[in-house]
């Protein structure tokens, strides 16, 4: 239900924002990370039923343990990045020939 103000309307409540910081905590960094992978694999095995799209995710954890997520053979997923002669890295369109010293 939405609060109401003096004038009859309604206003939305937000949703607070957490402040990004290092986690200092060891054990709490560690379940963090773990939550987050496993909702990060979530939204990517999504992205791929809903769009029909291709994708693949790597992630180390702080201590160097490789996870990885596939939504079809990573041989398949990655061999069109080996022929892409620019990728769009952030916000902007970037040759990777450049960036490989190639």
Known sequence: MEPSTSMGETKKV??????LARIE?????????????SGLFK???????????EVALLVFSPAGRLFEFSSCSWYFTLLPCAKQERAYIGMYWVNLFEISGA
Do not use: H, I, P
């Open 43 to 53: 939204k990517a095995s999504e992205l791929a039923v809903l769009c029909d799209a």
């Open 14 to 19: 937000k949703r607070g924002r957490v402040k």
């Open 25 to 37: 905590d060891k054990t709490s960094r560690q379940v963090r990370f773990s939550k987050r992978r």
